[in-house]
């Protein structure tokens, strides 16, 4: 069975394309609006489903 490869972003990344700043997404993660996975090495990845979740349950 082929498997479908989800691609992450790093924290960078993921506020670009939310077009906020770092801060602003660190923000966003304590008060519970995002919970990023974690590499083994503590990183935070995000991928656009989520970040896409994100946005439309901040526009209502």
Do not use: C
Not at 10 to 34: H, W
């Amino acid at each position: 069975m082929a498997r479908k490869r989800v691609s992450l972003m790093t924290a960078r990344e993921a506020a670009k394309y939310l077009r906020v700043s770092q801060f602003t997404l660190d923000r966003i993660e304590r008060a519970g609006g995002l919970v990023p996975y974690r590499t083994p090495g503590g990183h935070r990845r995000y991928n656009v489903r989520m970040l896409n979740k994100y946005l439309n349950n901040s526009r209502r």
